[in-house]
């Protein structure tokens, strides 16, 4: 059985993308490729078809990551491809919640729910590339638990 997560921000340039490029290197170390399968997307129409913010892609650079996600927005039909929905904030959260229904496959968490806190991925569009950086510090240390949690959970 496959796994699938779709991380999901406000322009899908930025915090979900990183997510999926780290999420994607915590898979890969665990030899867990063919069971697990990661997408991102965004709230918003902003950036649709874009590449990742090129400060984004620097950092991920930085850590031995390639991005080559183009931006692309969350739809009403993600809910009954995925198995989990992770928000990067709370507002985030909000505007996937009006998506639900009741017979979806998906269930919608934020990010850091594994960190056993109610914590967000902060917005570092207005921010400077130390901002990006403590994003991707943010999401390696949240999303190894939840990794822990899917192989724990789904026998993998
Ligand atoms: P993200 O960051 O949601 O992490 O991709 C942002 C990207 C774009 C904008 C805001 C946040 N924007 O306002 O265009």
Not at 73 to 87: G, H, M, R
Request: aromatic share 10%.
């Amino acid at each position: 059985m496959e796994v699938k997560v779709l991380f999901v921000c406000l322009g899908n340039i930025c915090r979900s993308p990183l997510a999926e490029g780290v999420f994607l290197e915590l898979i890969k170390d665990a030899e867990l490729e063919k069971k697990i399968k990661v997408d991102s997307a965004g709230t918003s129409a902003y950036h649709i078809g874009e590449l990742a913010d090129y400060r984004t892609r620097q950092t991920a650079q930085q850590h031995g990551i390639q991005l080559t996600h183009q931006a692309r927005q969350v739809q009403k039909e993600d809910f009954q491809l995925f198995d989990y929905i992770l928000a990067a904030d709370k507002s985030n959260y909000n505007n996937l919640k009006v998506f639900q229904s009741e017979n979806d496959r998906a269930s919608l968490h934020l990010i850091r729910e594994w960190e056993g806190k109610n914590l967000e991925v902060p917005d570092p569009y207005y921010g400077t590339l130390k901002d990006f950086e403590e994003g991707y510090q943010i999401l390696k240390k949240a999303l190894k638990p939840f990794l822990e949690h899917l192989r724990a959970y789904h026998g993998i």
